[in-house]
């Protein structure tokens, strides 16, 4: 097996997948979205839910008819600062962007917008809807519900998604505020990244039925299916290190993605239908925007907040520790890095890849 890794410039992936989104029936304008969703995360070093996620989630679920690859975008009621919106179960990313759009427009006449979404998909990396906000001057949050993963705390049943609540905020440094992160230990993307590297699971991220640390990455990813498997909220197992509080922002997220839009929820999205066969995922999702200078000059806000950051990585350090990271200061290194590399493919990547331009056709060029 080639264990060899392959840089492959950014453009020419993103081109790649949106030439696959096309050819599989989605739009044009909904292809251009998609592909720029997932090429970003892995700009920013978001692996695990960039372009590894092309084939197995989107191409997969459209080929399994799970996923529509055209998008219905219905808006069902609207006001001057609110709107819920249907998806239909159509493409994620594209819905997402099309509500923060939404969201910041409302923001920009009223000072706030927020829109909440039912019957979405998976929608990619949340930091990418809170930056739409960043980059026109407001604050920016999402969150989004998933398949039930995380099990309550003194509970071993994946009753819950891993549910990420991210927020991004303008600053005067190279790089937004942006904390981006799920609400359990980990996440169900990063499973699936340590299944293709053939790595085994540390403790502390994934229990079983008895309770105990389960680290069979492979048989893991197939158990949280089958509630024999659960991810450990934030805080992990219990009561001493706060699990209680990972478990309650997990659930503030699934109540913020699914009451307000009466979205599916829960064992809703489990993705199985009653005959046991593969079900769409129905997700919901919410978006805000505040505007900045509704409340104070922006420069003044983005002042502040780079200078809290830089106040907070000039504290005194840990014995041996060499850096304090503030939020979205690791992903501006990776671009940095990246920017004139492109995206590392592995050996499954890779294939998966190669499958891909085989079953659609496409003429696109592969650098391995």
């Not at 590894?52 to 690859?69: E, H, N, V």
């Not at 992990?236 to 990972?246: A, M, V, W």
Request: aromatic share 10%; proline share 6%.
């Amino acid at each position: 097996m080639d264990e060899s890794v392959t840089w492959w410039n950014f453009d020419e992936v993103e081109k790649f997948m949106r030439d696959g989104f096309e050819a599989i029936g989605v739009p044009a304008e909904e292809a251009a979205v998609c592909a720029n969703v997932l090429i970003a995360a892995d700009k920013r070093g978001v692996d695990s839910h960039g372009v590894g996620r092309f084939k197995p989630i989107y191409l997969d679920r459209i080929w399994a008819g799970t996923q529509l690859p055209k998008t219905n975008f219905e808006v069902v009621k609207d006001t001057p600062t609110t709107a819920v919106v249907d998806g239909h179960n159509g493409m994620g990313h594209y819905i997402a962007k099309r509500c923060m759009d939404m969201a910041i427009e409302k923001a920009d006449k009223f000072g706030m917008g927020m829109v909440v979404t039912r019957n979405s998909t998976h929608y990619g990396a949340a930091f990418y809807y809170a930056n739409m906000a960043v980059e026109r001057g407001m604050i920016g949050m999402t969150t989004t519900s998933a398949r039930p993963s995380i099990a309550p705390t003194w509970g071993v049943e994946p009753m819950i998604g891993t549910n990420p609540m991210t927020w991004g905020m303008p600053s005067d440094e190279a790089f937004p505020y942006m904390p981006d992160y799920a609400t359990s230990t980990t996440q169900r993307g990063k499973l699936e990244l340590y299944d293709r590297l053939g790595k085994d699971l540390p403790d502390g991220w994934v229990i079983g039925e008895d309770g105990k640390y389960r680290h069979d990455t492979h048989q893991v990813l197939i158990d949280l299916t089958k509630d024999k498997a659960a991810l450990t909220p934030l805080g992990g197992l219990g009561e001493d290190f706060s699990g209680y509080k990972g478990y309650g922002n997990a659930l503030t997220v699934e109540l913020l993605s699914s009451a307000l839009s009466q979205a599916n929820f829960m064992k809703a999205l489990m993705g199985v239908g009653p005959d046991g066969k593969p079900a769409p995922i129905e997700l919901g999702h919410s978006f805000l925007a505040i505007k900045i200078e509704n409340f104070c000059d922006l420069e003044a806000f983005k002042h502040q907040v780079g200078e809290i950051n830089r106040q907070l990585r000039a504290s005194k350090k840990a014995p041996g520790a060499k850096r304090i990271y503030t939020p979205g200061e690791k992903e501006y290194d990776t671009w940095m890095f990246r920017k004139d590399k492109g995206v590392p493919f592995n050996a499954p990547l890779k294939a998966a890849f190669k499958t891909v331009k085989e079953k659609l056709n496409l003429k696109n060029d592969l650098p391995f």
